[in-house]
């Protein structure tokens, strides 16, 4: 099971993959591979009132079920936008996450 707790100012789209270490290959089996979003990416309008994207952390829980033996690589991407570059200055957008991967065995 794969679990990402994320913040992001203000708004994110993420995505975790699952590669074979072996081949390179994406393991593609849903969930994985699916875009996990936070919010517009797209800044206009503006939301000016609260609860901002940026007040709001968001819990993801992935579980990818049984895999063949082998060796394993997981890679977490994020994209981020703050809605406040498109303003008055430029404000470059935040992030934080904690991922913490588990394996049954």
């Known amino acids: 099971m794969i679990s990402l707790t994320a913040f992001a100012d ?13 081949t390179n290959t994406i393991v593609t089996t849903p969930p994985l591979g699916q875009l996990l979003l936070d919010g517009s990416m797209d800044p206009t309008p503006v939301i000016l009132e609260p609860p901002f994207n940026w ?3 968001r819990c993801y829980s992935i ?5 063949p033996a082998g060796l ?6 994020f994209t981020v936008i703050n809605y406040d570059q498109y303003m008055s200055f430029p ?3 935040g992030l934080s996450f904690i991922s913490d991967i588990y394996k049954s065995g």
């Open 10 to 22: 203000n708004a994110m789209e993420a995505q975790i993959d699952l590669v074979n270490a072996t």
């Open 55 to 57: 007040q709001i952390i």
């Open 63 to 67: 579980t990818t079920g049984l895999l």
């Open 72 to 77: 394993y690589k997981i890679i977490v991407s």
């Open 91 to 93: 404000n470059v957008a």
